[in-house]
């Protein structure tokens, strides 16, 4: 099992920055993509950001040159970091990781977790 933690939600006027994190933890052999999903308000979960084990990125339209999303594959945690944030920014974010983790048979099988979900508000 792979449990994902989120941390760094929170209220923040317009303008403002974030930094976002999530740790991934567990039977872990290794995590190919993480990545930013948010969903607002009566609205459908939308990808925010993703990065690849070599480091390769991958942004919505709606967050490109505000937001950068960067990975320390050491500790298995991904970061967003959330400038000039504005009001249609206010969602919850939820992290999610996919890559491969041990059985209890010591064999491998692929994963697909979700963090439980952090708020972010921005106040115009």
């Known amino acids: 099992q792979v449990q994902l933690v989120e941390s760094g939600g929170g209220l923040v006027q317009a303008g403002g920055s974030l930094r976002l994190s999530c740790a991934a933890s567990?039977?872990?052999?290794?995590?190919?993509?993480m990545g930013w999903y948010r969903q607002a308000p009566g609205k459908q979960r939308e990808l925010v950001a993703t990065?690849?084990?070599?480091?390769?990125?991958n942004y919505a339209d709606s967050v490109k040159g505000r937001f950068t999303v960067s990975r320390d594959n050491a500790k298995n945690t991904v970061y967003l970091q959330m400038n000039s944030l504005k009001p249609e920014d206010t969602a919850v974010y939820y992290c999610?990781?996919?890559?491969?983790?041990?059985?209890?048979?010591?064999?491998?099988?692929?994963?697909?977790?979700w963090g439980q979900g952090t708020l972010v508000t921005v106040s115009s």
């Open positions: 567990g039977s872990i052999f290794s995590i190919n993509t």
């Open positions: 999610n990781a996919e890559g491969l983790v041990y059985t209890i048979y010591g064999t491998k099988r692929p994963f697909d977790a």
């Open positions: 990065i690849i084990s070599g480091g390769n990125t």
